[in-house]
């Protein structure tokens, strides 16, 4: 019996797709050791089909003989066949109603599944994740439509010379144009009508921390939240200075009761103690860059009822830009209304019709809603992804997939992310099924 048969599937979610799960010198790696990978063409994919044949790949239209398939986004539901396992960012796990038909196609033909997000340590860290690269090129994009919002209310700042991350070569060169418009602003200043600019960072994970590796090549400095207010006094801020600012969970919700105490565990387990305080915040900035997972069950940042009082008032607020990176419709952002793409990343959300308003020019903010951001970046988020999930490959291959998932033997970091196993769902996410 020989080795194993590995098949990495093509993206076809849309033509900003390119991003693989293992780049052509990791499956060299595997090739080497003996593994035969299966790759689809793709006239789209970041790496060409001549360098996966020059790894050792085989380009293959039909992933039927794989053992294990790889993608990113969510698949076909006609590529799956009993006994195989496929492994990718399912979006499940939620019940969400979009992929239910996909999961239940899944199902009925006696596949596997595990999901890269349910890949995580002991403290329920994500492992394999593109994050950070969302983080980055949602940031970057925030910072080119701030730019493009200043323009249209005839404000000249050095935000317009910035372009979305996609039109960049690399990450390197937009890092270099973020740090020449830092240095402008270093030199000349700001309009004093947009002093203070500061930026907003919710969330302080993965994807929280590509944001700020941005505002550093910017240039940012760093403020606490006690600090906002004194930053709006006359005076008071720095014209040479663009300001960020994170968010954590004590800084967006405090407890209902009078004579209670933040404690975030209890938040996390009882979010119905607790109500969103975050808005208060909300107009001493001027961008607030979103990377917080959220849940219903949670307060959310900003509700639509907030922003009409605060585009209401006779004078224009601060706030220009939500970088909505975690992209919830209707989430923890309220006004973000729909999802976008990277050639038309962003609406004005318009306070009186509850519409989104293709552009950056109008009454209400500018929300940057694209839901597949690390697909800006495609080389540099697929070279850290396939760095992280090259490791579980051998185990994936090596599982003997016809055992009943009790006795399936895999390390605990993949057996906890099996969602369903030869077309059942896994008790771990059983309750799936009550949400379909």
Known sequence: MGKPILGIRREDKNRWERRVPLTPEIVQ???????????????????????????????AEDLAPADVVLGVKEMPADIFRAGACYVFFAHVVKGQKHNMPMLKQLLAQGATLLDYEKIVDQQGRRLVFFGRHAG?????????????????EQV?????????????????????????????????????????????????????GGAVEILDALGAQEVGVAELPGLLRPGRADPRVVYRVTFKEEHTVEPVAADGKFELQDYYDHPERYRGIFERHVPALTVLVNCI?????????????????????????????????TCDVLGSIECNVQVTT??????????????????????????????????????????????????FVPAL????????????????????????????????????????
Do not use: M
Request: proline share 10%.
């Open 29 to 59: 790696e595997f090739v080497g050791r003996g593994y035969q990978i299966l790759v689809q063409p793709s006239p789209l994919r970041v790496y060409p089909d001549e360098q996966w044949a020059a790894a050792g790949a085989r380009i």
């Open 342 to 391: 990277p050639d038309a990343p962003v609406y004005v959300w318009d306070p009186d019709t509850d519409r989104p308003r293709e552009g950056w020019a109008g009454r209400g903010p500018v929300v940057l809603a694209v839901d597949n951001l690390p697909c800006e970046l495609p080389a540099e988020s697929s070279e850290s992804f396939a760095k992280a999930l090259g490791p």
């Open 293 to 325: 997972y959220w849940e219903a069950k949670y307060p959310r940042l900003v509700t639509k009822a907030f922003l009409r009082e605060l585009y209401g008032k006779p004078e224009s607020p601060r706030l220009r830009v939500f970088g909505d990176v």
């Open 156 to 208: 000249a700042s050095p935000f317009s010379a910035l372009e979305p991350a996609h039109r960049y070569p690399d990450l390197a060169a937009a890092k270099r144009a973020l740090g020449a418009v830092g240095e402008r602003i270093r030199f000349q200043g700001l309009p004093p009508a947009l002093v203070p600019l500061v930026v907003g960072v919710a969330g302080y994970g993965h994807v929280a």
């Open 136 to 152: 980055l090129a949602g940031t970057i994009d925030s910072l080119w439509a701030l730019g493009r919002r200043f323009e249209s």
């Open 397 to 436: 291959l090596e599982a003997d997939w016809s055992k009943p998932f009790e006795t399936l033997e895999l390390p605990r970091e993949l057996k906890d992310a099996v969602i369903a196993h030869r077309g059942e769902l896994t008790p771990r996410y059983a309750y799936i099924s009550g949400l379909w």
